[in-house]
């Protein structure tokens, strides 16, 4: 069963662009040693998931969609 799509594509571009510096601020600036940087890192990871699937849970949750198709 294949997941309907609520990501659409300017959705996919903000979540890919924010996931990414998210993730690299993370690793690089706010170092994974700490709480702060894990969780940046993995909300990073998160939006750039959800952004190649075109899917996210939460829209769903919520009946929300961005996807025009």
Known sequence: MALARN???TDKI???VG???LAL????GAG???TVGMV????GLVFI???LINF???FKLFGISSFKG
């Open 14 to 16: 903000i979540r890919l």
């Open 40 to 43: 940046a890192l993995i909300a």
């Open 49 to 51: 998931g959800t952004a």
């Open 25 to 28: 601020w993370g690793v690089l």
């Open 32 to 34: 994974l040693g700490g």
């Open 56 to 58: 996210c849970p939460l």
């Open 7 to 9: 990501v659409g594509s």
């Open 19 to 21: 996931g990414s510096a």
